[in-house]
């Protein structure tokens, strides 16, 4: 019951101070939420009991490497947004920029379509979770259902109203991870204390742990969301928060993969998308219906904004030869396909492999660019090296058994 208090305080206050005029009207923090959000949104369901049963007590450091992949293709992310998206397009460093910038564009648009059946495979799978309908079959007819919904709205009346829910929703998934942190950093304390932390087994190693570590790339995505938001921010504030968002998801995820690396056995950890709530029910009793909470309502807005963002995609690079509703349309029918198709951790391992090529993509992009400028061969190489392991990854990378 003590954790439990301490829990619900510590998310109320966070929540309170999200809130607040000041912080939900301040510029830097609202361009920092939009990445932030996409960067900690379903990686922090899935990694938990994912790098404990495969890597043991190593998986914070697995966890440090994902992090640092993902901070050094957010370089080249910025990197592209400094050398300004209209001049790219109008095809002021090349034509060969311009070209890898559109097909990086169409790698981006079918990237969000699995990204999407990934989200709502995790809502259907813990919107359930605590219910008596909790089986594979009921979270597959629930994801289909909700596929449905998003295509019927986005093809009848748009996301505009929908989307006015994002900042509510990431307000809440944030201030419930604070909640989480909370209480792990307790039950991390108790079990120090008693001398009963443990050092587990490592499950996985060699090339094997290295290609699953690229099956989950996913998880740390995010980030690129800033490169999108020129509308509303100026270059350098997309590049400050982009650079913000990334460093406090990276100190969020090492921390929570610090907290629950050494306190749980391997008999008390499940492999399934929600075995994270099993997990936390031993922390705390209030922890999984805060995270079937979070889970809800981060997994749809997630959905809701690459739905859109798709949509969008798809009809500016067909030149509006399909139309939004067109791209809705598809989108629905590819995603209901893959969630009957696939479990949870092949989708992840599809999104991982989509993504990777549009960051490769992005990287061949900036080493285009600084070529073009004379940047210097260890620039022009860094980024060539990023593009070599964006490849590798869409390539070699494996699903979670």
């Not at 938990?48 to 957010?74: E, F, S, T």
Request: net charge neutral.
């Amino acid at each position: 019951m003590l954790f439990d208090l301490i829990i619900a305080i510590a998310t109320i206050g966070v929540a309170f101070v999200l809130s607040m005029r000041r912080v939900s009207r301040s510029t830097t923090w609202r361009a920092v939420v939009t990445p932030l959000a996409s960067i900690i949104g379903s990686g922090f369901l899935l990694l938990g009991p994912v790098l404990n049963l495969g890597y043991g007590g190593y998986a914070p450091l697995v966890m440090l490497a994902l992090c640092l992949v993902a901070y050094m293709y957010g370089a080249v992310i910025r990197t592209n947004i400094a050398a300004g998206e209209d001049a790219i397009i109008n095809g002021t460093h090349g034509k060969l920029a311009r070209n890898v910038e559109t097909l990086s564009s169409w790698a981006l648009a079918f990237a969000y379509i699995v990204s999407v059946t990934y989200y709502l495979n995790l809502l259907g799978a813990f919107s359930l979770s605590l219910t008596p309908f909790n089986s594979a079959l009921d979270a597959k007819l629930m994801t289909s259902a909700v596929f449905v919904i998003i295509v019927f709205v986005g093809w009848s009346r748009g996301f505009r109203s929908l989307e006015r829910l994002e900042y509510v929703s990431v307000g809440l998934k944030l201030a419930i991870i604070a909640g989480l942190l909370v209480g792990l950093i307790a039950h991390f304390g108790e079990q120090a204390a008693k001398d009963q932390l443990i050092f587990n087994a490592q499950n996985i190693t060699g090339w094997s742990a290295i290609t699953m570590a690229f099956g989950l790339l996913i998880t740390v995505q995010g980030f690129e969301t800033s490169r999108y938001l020129g509308s509303s921010y100026d270059a350098q504030t997309r590049i400050r928060s982009m650079r913000l968002a990334q460093w406090l998801s990276t100190l969020i995820y090492l921390v929570y993969i610090l907290l629950i690396s050494y306190v749980f056995a391997p008999d008390q950890m499940s492999s399934s998308e929600t075995g994270i709530i099993d997990m936390m029910e031993i922390v705390a009793p209030i922890l999984p219906f805060m995270l079937v909470a979070a889970a809800m309502a981060s997994q749809f807005s997630a959905a809701i904004a690459d739905t859109s963002g798709s949509g969008g995609l798809f009809t500016e690079l067909s030149r509006n030869r399909i139309s939004e509703p067109q791209a809705y349309l598809a989108l629905g029918i590819v995603g209901i396909a893959l969630t009957w198709a696939a479990d949870i951790f092949a989708i992840v391992n599809y999104a991982s492999r989509c993504f990777a090529i549009y960051y490769g993509l992005q990287a061949v992009l900036a080493a285009i660019i600084a070529k073009r400028r004379g940047d210097g061969w260890h620039r022009v190489g860094f980024f060539a090296l990023l593009a070599t392991l964006g490849a590798a990854i869409a390539i070699f990378g494996q699903a979670v058994e």
